[in-house]
């Protein structure tokens, strides 16, 4: 299923519509490949099953963090002392477990002999992420998917400016593969050097701190011939200061006119605020987005209502809401792509 740019993503998507974007997910139990530390937090997971669904950038999996080949307890009474846990209690009592799958965007994907490989890059934060560190090739790892909408790549001589920050450069990698041949530029944001999950390489001179000039310094850009320009907070690697403030500086130097603006689409996925910001400046300048949303999610397939997000109505007067201008959508079904102008943020 595609999602089109501009003002014409229909908010009133419905039951048929989300039951068709969800209609090609399977469950799968995948084997371990790699799993490779690409930076201080961050780590980068390939797994590998015998058949996937067709997959596209912008679509995402739900990750069992924990062994779901354990049995579960057969449910028993006993007695809990004050100074202990009980007797014969089951692991999940005694130490913390995600019992909830995690929602990863896919950061590529492989059709190989051996069979499907998919990539995706976490960051250690909690219970079911040092879960996912510890895995080793050969473990195994449950996912469900592919979920969610795709990203609409830009027209034939279009322009595609990828903005991602932290956990949100994945599914611009992605991205990235299917753009080969086109013009297109990244921008990868991290607070410090040792926090940017990319791949750094000599291929190119070291970025200044001041330079917004693109550079092949980036592995997972550069394999497609997509240039990069790096940013840190702190000025530890590329240019100094947020990575918003690197695409507004290229755009007003290389982006100027017109004709350049009405065929470049910016995609961007990250932190929330980085995320606004860059919907700022595009709509300033006339320059199509499209939002790749982060939200929690408890199921990823619409059940649980965790994600929702508020997004303009085409037409006040029809449901849901008669009468509200807004309503309120989910990144899991409906999304996790949005064109700008539709979220409310």
């Given at each position: ?14 039951p ?10 399977v469950?799968?139990?995948t084997?371990?490949?790699?799993n ?8 980068k997971l390939?797994?590998r ?12 999996i739900?990750?069992?963090?924990r ?7 057969a ?8 100074d ?9 009592l ?7 799958r995690?929602?990863f965007?896919l950061?590529?994907r492989?059709d ?36 969610g ?7 034939e ?33 991290a607070t ?8 750094i ?22 394999r ?36 350049d603006r ?9 932190p ?41 109505k085409p ?12 309503c309120?959508?989910l ?9 700008a ?5």
């Amino acid at each position: 299923m595609e999602l089109k740019t501009g003002s014409t993503f229909d908010t009133r998507c419905g039951p048929l519509q989300s039951f068709l974007m969800l209609a090609n997910r399977v469950q799968s139990l995948t084997i371990v490949v790699t799993n490779r530390a690409l930076c201080r937090e961050h780590f980068k997971l390939t797994l590998r099953c015998d058949a996937f669904p067709v997959t596209r950038p912008g679509q995402f999996i739900q990750v069992a963090c924990r062994d779901l080949d354990r049995p579960m307890t057969a449910t028993f009474e006993f007695d809990w002392p004050v100074d202990g846990p009980p007797a014969g209690a089951a692991p999940d009592l005694l130490a913390p477990a995600a019992m909830l799958r995690r929602p990863f965007s896919l950061a590529g994907r492989r059709d190989t002999p051996a069979g499907v490989e998919l990539d995706f890059i976490h960051r250690v934060v909690g219970v079911g992420t040092r879960w996912l560190e510890q895995l080793k090739p050969g473990d195994t790892c449950n996912v469900i998917g592919p979920i969610g909408n795709v990203f609409t790549p830009p027209a034939e001589g279009g322009i595609a400016l990828l903005v991602g920050g932290g956990v949100g450069i994945p599914p611009l990698i992605y991205l990235a593969s299917i753009l080969e041949g086109r013009k297109a530029v990244a921008f990868a944001g991290a607070t410090t050097r040792d926090l940017l999950s990319l791949t750094i390489t000599d291929a190119a001179p070291a970025p200044s701190v001041e330079s917004i000039h693109p550079l092949y310094n980036i592995e997972e850009f550069a394999r497609h011939g997509i240039a990069t320009i790096a940013c840190t907070d702190d000025g530890s690697y590329g240019y100094r200061g947020y990575v918003t403030e690197a695409l507004e500086a290229y755009l007003d130097q290389w982006i100027t006119d017109n004709a350049d603006r009405n065929r470049t689409i910016i995609y961007t996925c990250g932190p929330e605020p980085m995320m606004k910001r860059v919907v700022q400046i595009a709509q300033r300048r006339n320059i199509a987005c499209q939002v790749c949303v982060e939200r929690a999610m408890a199921c990823g397939m619409g059940t649980c209502q965790s994600c929702c997000i508020k997004v303009k109505k085409p037409d006040p007067a029809r449901p849901p809401l008669p009468g509200k201008e807004w309503c309120y959508r989910l990144a899991c079904t409906d999304g996790p792509i949005f064109p700008a102008d539709v979220l409310l943020w």
